[in-house]
């Protein structure tokens, strides 16, 4: 990225300005581009931990599979999943508040003695595949805000400070060889009207 200044003071100042901001904020980007990468990394973490429960629930009743043919399919369904909104190193992501169950009721003195807590299972089993849901989600966002806010960090490390400094050092060096031709000229100018002022 070639950044466009001219050769003067007031081009100077306005670069220097813009030097300091990309400086001072660089050490905030990257403090919020780690803190992104760990909750990524703890997101990732838990989501997979509600996975592996939801598996662990499964296989432990593997042995009810049979019973399951018997199971009403409109005894309980999910109502509503409640959620909120937290932010991480300002990135708003969802968070589970609760999951609103709706069960018909059922006689208990007619129904097998394992459909009350096969109801359970069902339950923990749907609230473990909505967190897991959930923290996948977290996952994506906070990903994709690590990746923009590492790409900004390389924007300013690699391209814009280097290019700032470069043409800082560029508009230096053109008024300092400004200055010293015209204090050359200067003398050359004195040195003649001496000569002239001697010769008359």
Known sequence: MAIKFQYNK?????????????????????????????????????????????????ERYDYMAALWG????DLLRVKDVELGISKIAGVRIPALRDVVFEQRPYDLFSSPAWLSDGVEVLKEIARLGIEYEVFQRRTELLDHARKKTTQKV??????????????????????????????????????????????L
């Open 70 to 73: 018997e199971f009403d399919k």
């Open 10 to 58: 007031t081009s100077l100042g306005e670069l220097g300005k813009q030097l300091k901001m990309r400086q001072r904020a660089l050490p905030t980007i990257k403090s919020k581009e780690s803190a992104l990468r760990v909750e990524v990394s703890a997101a990732k973490e838990k989501a997979e931990g509600y996975l592996r429960r939801m598996d662990e629930l499964m």
């Open 154 to 199: 390389n924007l300013y490390e690699k391209v814009q400070i280097p290019g700032y400094e470069d043409a800082i050092r560029k508009i230096k060096r053109f008024l300092e060889d400004e200055e010293n031709l015209s204090k050359s000229a200067q003398k050359i100018v004195k040195t003649k009207h001496e000569q002239n002022a001697d010769t």
